[in-house]
């Protein structure tokens, strides 16, 4: 009997050791890291150059308090960061994970607002579907009910607006009026709560596990930060899961050109060798707030040497493998598989993402966009059989109403052709599997 508790109700094997896209259980079964855990082994597992790194740091120091020392690896690790923000975001606070990232955003953006005279500005919009963090604060932008609900009076409850899931409206995603359509959802939400009440707007640039790999709609990005910037509101890129190159590109904003207020980053950034985020803001943002007394937050293992040691060798594997290039290419070769299945699969409704955050979802009927019985546990039940034929991957199912179920195929950044010839293989296999479970 295990002393330990998570949410998952069925125990799973052992893990033994892990090397590239494998790991490998205590009885010797192997499997593909389909989803990189939980989007986070961006450059594989067990890479030697990371785990060098990591030692020769620790026969340096492991840990350093970041009031008592500066260090050189968290040094290093901010202005690398900060080169490749976008221009204006140039401040660095580390954190040891994504929901801290995501509070420091929130944190930061208050005390600016106060800077500002603006002591009204409290109330953060946030979209539905959405995860950003399962800390309090986080879960109060948080728009998925089964995480939220059990504390809801404990938080404040935030504005939320509904995330673009053009292709559930039967909207064109490639027109731009559908961008303009959800984004003056947030204008009109905006002007309800009352502008001079409104503080941030916080969005995935591509949604994550709560809306399976969302893309945003032709000019949704640009639109709101049209928005933001008219209403003096700030907007928060939520990149915790599509930072560090797993969409093709550094920040997955880049996609559309648009430059954000605050980031929260983790997950590919400490690539899975240690917790590790950041937020990254605008220069005069974390200027005005210093100048005002300082930033009121903070925490123990912030920056600490060894994590941004960490960081800095996994950025350097990242570029000089040109691994976020290879997320772009492979992302498209790993769509064309997925979009493969779906024309021999009929069950499954639509294929999507970018780079190597890629999705696809399950439907009874594609053409009303039906969900599958609540009662086949799809989302679950695939996810089982894909497991035991060798292969990880990680779902969801979170619409309200017209519901489905999406799994994310989101191997490490280095995967190649021929490991996804053999991903696409097993889920072959796998919804095969799954079909004969299907009630007729
Ligand atoms: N934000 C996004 C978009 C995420 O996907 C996650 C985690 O899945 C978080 C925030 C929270 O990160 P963490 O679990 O590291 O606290």
Not at 247 to 268: N, Q
Request: aromatic fraction near 8%; charged fraction near 20%; glycine fraction near 10%.
């Amino acid at each position: 009997m295990s002393n330990l508790f998570y949410q998952t109700k069925s125990a799973r094997p052992v893990l033994d050791r892990a090397e590239g896209i494998y790991m490998w259980d205590t009885s010797g079964n192997r499997y593909i890291d389909g989803s990189s855990g939980a989007m986070v082994s961006n450059i594989g597992h067990s890479n030697p150059a990371v785990l060098a790194a990591m030692r020769a740091q620790m026969d340096k120091s492991t840990f350093g308090y970041r009031l008592h020392f500066q260090t050189e690896s968290s040094e290093e690790l901010a202005r690398r960061t900060a080169a490749l923000a976008p221009e204006g975001l140039n401040k660095v606070f580390f954190v040891s994970g994504g929901s801290e990232a995501v509070e420091s955003t929130l944190k930061m953006a208050r005390q600016y607002a106060l800077t500002q005279g603006q002591a009204q500005r409290y109330k953060v919009i946030s979209r539905m579907p959405s995860y950003h963090g399962c800390t309090l604060g986080a879960l109060a932008i948080t728009g998925y009910a089964p995480m939220t609900a059990p504390f809801d009076p404990m938080m404040r409850a935030m504005p939320k607006v509904p995330a673009p899931r053009a292709y559930l409206d039967g909207l064109d995603p490639d027109d731009p009026e559908t961008g303009r359509h959800y984004a003056d959802m947030l204008e009109a939400r905006i002007l309800e709560e009352g502008p001079e009440t409104v503080l941030a707007f916080i969005v995935e640039p591509v949604g994550g596990a709560s809306t399976g790999a969302l893309v945003p709609p032709e000019g949704y990005m640009r639109n709101v930060r049209d928005i933001c910037t008219r209403y003096g509101v700030l907007l928060i890129h939520d990149e915790v899961m599509t930072g560090g190159g797993r969409t093709g590109r550094f920040f997955g904003a880049e996609h559309w050109g648009v430059t954000p207020d605050l980031i929260a980053l983790s997950k590919g950034f400490g690539g899975g060798y240690v917790p590790l985020g950041a937020m990254v803001a605008r220069d005069d943002i974390v200027e005005a707030v210093m100048q005002a007394g300082g930033f009121v937050h903070g925490f123990t293992y912030a920056g600490n040497p060894l994590a941004c040691a960490a960081g800095l060798a996994v950025l350097d594997q990242i570029e000089q493998h040109d691994l976020t290039g290879n997320a772009a290419r492979m992302g498209a070769a790993l769509t064309d598989r997925l979009r493969g299945l779906m024309q021999r699969y009929p069950l499954i409704g639509d294929v999507r993402g970018k780079g190597l955050l890629t999705a696809f979802e399950l439907m009874a009927d594609r053409a009303t966009r039906a969900p599958l019985p609540k009662e086949l546990n799809a989302h679950s039940r695939l996810v089982d059989i894909a497991y035991d034929n060798g292969l990880i991957i990680y779902s969801r199912r979170t619409r309200g109403g017209l519901s489905g179920d999406h799994f994310l195929v989101c191997p490490p950044l280095i995967v190649d052709e021929t490991q996804l010839d053999e991903i696409a293989g097993i889920l072959d296999r796998s919804l095969a599997q799954f079909m004969t479970e299907i009630p007729a």
